[in-house]
């Protein structure tokens, strides 16, 4: 590919809600611009963007994809991303790389969720954004209803710069009302697009149509807004100026519509880019001095600098990092400095990605996306910059992954490769998380989903060779005492030569909760010898860590060593070890045990219209109503008190009850008991699963 300079670029993410065609336009974007010889298909996968064959399985976009091509003598890198809210963190990372969001929608099912999603995410980084309406050849497509739909739901800066021409079977072109002229392709794969007159029963209505562009086009511009306020006819040129001024600004959002499948209305979406929206060639981008915090302005003449959207682990090639280059420009086998590590990288070779397949760069300049292979320490979110100019940008705003599963090798052997090989999804996914729970042994990965994490396992297995189990995570339970008792352990044997003898009487008494455990020594007199104390001690430890009921760890427990004997002889250390084991085991039994559960709290974001559904799912999941606030427009906030057993796969409940629009925060509090009834089966089926292991 050759070398573009600032003013030749364009960088477009493709956003929508899934399966409103967002891969299929992709497709016909590229095949349009000459990028490939045939348009590839979503069911035959053998699509350009869906290239992992997790997505050719599923036929859905999972990770977002590069999709450079040449049009007009522009480059426009064009990135696919996912349409399903468990990949979101790829969505969040490509518009970090681009200029402008071309935001898809089914002219059947309108505005849906993800729909309204990215184009929140699209506002939070004041990103111009192209609306096309797609399948207009659909049954039940309807242009004018999803063009109201995105009013209501987006402002009255929606505004309509095409219409089409039939709809359903018989769509068959578009009228653009900038031009007042139809479109209409001419040959079978319709790449040949032959001008003509607007049919007749469209006049009246692209009439109606072109007034309020023109009237919206004027409005973003004084000058144009005193001629079209005196009377005077704009010309198509100024109605130009003012749209890009007005789409730009982030004003104006123009809307197309089209179909991706049938190769109708496509071209003009090229066009539109290169037209309307802004090069990256006069941006301004602001950082921070890594060392003074000094708010620094970076202009795309200036010294290199670049952020890493996105990182991707290859088993062959090895670490991939798609860099997008905010100023200066980039070369092969040259050193840049990582800003955000303060670390040196060298650069090998600069390539682009189509999909799957690399294409050399000779050089790169500011606004464009390259490729590196091989970066040490380099990953999603790091700022890059020369070392004598240093410069932090802002990193990436990830969501917290909420969906938590235990996951473990299925072969015994694998156990060294899987945390290389989580490491290595966790350096290309930065909403996926492993920890290890200390408590319960399990090693953790939470995604936003299950089908993210299902998917994880499946690469897992295909880059790594690793087969692995998902399954539901253990409850850190506890128990702990609600009465005192005073116990004796006794420890005697007799077994020829030196026997073994301890002897000790211990007293229990609860601790208020989340105080974990107290020792005392109490002994006078000398009945038991302070050489053997601490062997005392570290009996009551251990005991602890395995309780009466259920064998989980006892907590908020003191225990005072008040009186005991020994003998010259036969006494130790080991001895009096297990007589303290002896007397904690037998005095929790009596001291009245209780079975503790982790309570979490939760913060819950949810429109208005769902808030009922929400508490009453919640009160069932035995959770504690706290409070509720306002958020913005139309959403509240629940904060809720919850036990974390119920909160395992509340990700997936609150995606149902709220139709995808609802999320939440989740952290641990504190223990509280388990209702008696619930106890019971916990206690049950903790025994029987130690039965099992045995």
């Known amino acids: 590919m050759k070398e573009y300079r600032s003013d030749k670029l364009r960088n477009v993410g493709i956003v929508a809600h899934g399966g409103a065609g967002k891969t299929s336009l992709a497709e016909s974007l590229l095949f349009n611009s000459g990028a490939t010889t045939r348009i590839g298909r979503v069911d035959d996968g053998t699509t350009m963007t869906d290239f992992e064959p997790e997505e050719i399985k599923r036929k859905v976009t999972i990770s977002a994809a590069l999709a450079p091509c040449e049009w007009r003598e522009h480059k426009i890198n064009f990135i696919d991303t996912p349409g399903y809210a468990d990949f979101i963190g790829e969505v969040k990372g490509a518009l970090r790389a681009v200029d402008s969001a071309l935001v898809v929608l089914c002219a059947a099912s309108g505005v849906e969720v993800e729909t309204e999603k990215t184009w929140n995410y699209a506002n939070e980084l004041h990103l111009p954004r192209i609306a096309f309406i797609n399948k207009m050849d659909r049954e039940n497509a309807d242009f004018y209803s999803v063009i109201q739909e995105m009013k209501d739901k987006f402002g009255p800066m929606v505004l309509p710069i095409q219409l089409p021409i039939g709809a359903e079977e018989s769509f068959n072109g578009i009228v653009d009302l900038v031009k007042m002229r139809a479109f209409i392709p001419s040959n079978k794969q319709n790449t040949q697009i032959v001008e003509a007159d607007i049919p007749d029963n469209l006049q009246e209505k692209a009439f109606e149509f072109r007034q309020k562009l023109i009237e919206v086009a004027a409005e ?10 005196e009377g005077d006819e704009l010309s198509e040129d100024e109605i130009k100026v003012g749209l890009h001024k007005g789409i730009n600004q982030s004003v104006i959002f123009p809307v197309m519509c089209g179909s991706a499948y049938k190769n109708i209305g496509v071209q003009q979406v090229m066009n539109t880019i290169v037209d309307y929206l802004a090069s990256p060639a006069t941006s ?21 600098s670049g952020i890493v959207f996105k990182t991707t682990a290859d088993p062959f090639v090895g670490r991939l990092s798609y860099i997008r280059v905010l100023s200066g420009m980039m070369k092969p086998d040259s050193v840049i400095y990582n800003s955000s590590k303060e670390k040196t990288e060298r650069i090998g070779n600069l390539f682009t990605l189509r999909g799957k397949h690399q294409e050399a760069l000779p050089v790169i300049h500011a606004g464009d996306i390259a490729v590196v292979a091989k970066l040490q320490e380099t990953v999603t979110g790091d700022s890059l910059c020369e070392k004598e100019k240093p410069i932090i940008f802002e990193s990436i705003s990830y969501p917290k992954p909420m969906f938590t599963m235990c996951i473990e090798a299925k072969n015994k052997g694998d156990e060294d490769k899987i945390g290389n090989a989580l490491n290595r999804l966790m350096d290309e996914d930065q909403t996926f998380k492993v920890v290890k729970n200390t408590e319960t042994k399990q090693l953790l990965i939470s995604g936003m989903g299950e089908l993210h994490t299902d998917i994880m396992a499946e690469r897992m297995k295909r880059k790594f060779g690793v087969d692995v189990i998902i399954s539901n995570p253990k ?82 427990v003191k225990v005072t060593l008040y009186d005991g ?107 509280e008991e388990v209702p008696p009834r619930i106890a019971e089966m916990i206690i049950a089926s903790s025994k029987k699963e130690k039965i099992e292991e045995h």
């Open 284 to 304: 301004k981008i602001l950082g921070m001095h890594p060392v003074s915090k000094e708010i620094l302005e970076r202009k795309t003449v200036d010294e290199f």
């Open 565 to 671: 004997s020994y003998h010259n002889v036969d006494s130790s250390e080991m001895a009096f070890k297990i007589a303290s084991i002896m007397a904690l085991r037998k005095g929790a039994l009596q001291a009245k045990p209780a079975l503790l559960e982790p309570i979490c709290n939760v913060s819950i974001n949810v429109p208005d219209s769902f808030m009922g559904d929400v508490i009453a799912d919640l009160n069932g999941k035995r959770g504690r109503i706290q409070g509720m606030e306002p958020a913005n427009q139309g959403v509240g906030i629940i904060k809720a008190q919850v036990p974390m057993s119920e909160m395992f796969r509340y990700a997936i409940d609150l995606r149902s009850i709220t139709q995808g629009r609802g999320f939440f925060d989740l952290n641990f509090s504190h223990y």
């Open 475 to 556: 409850v850190p339970y506890r128990e702990t005492i609600r009465g005192t008792v005073k116990v004796e352990g006794k420890h005697k044997k007799q077994s020829g030569g030196h026997g073994q003898y301890g002897h000790v009487w211990l007293q229990l008494d609860p601790l208020p909760l989340g105080n974990n455990f107290e020792f005392v020594d109490s002994i006078f007199g000398g009945s038991v010898p302070r050489q053997y104390i601490p062997a005392v001690e570290k009996g009551v430890r251990e005991a602890l860590t395995g309780g009466v009921l259920g064998g989980f760890p006892m907590v908020d």
């Open 220 to 229: 973003s511009d004084d000058d144009l807004l005193a001629k079209y306020l």
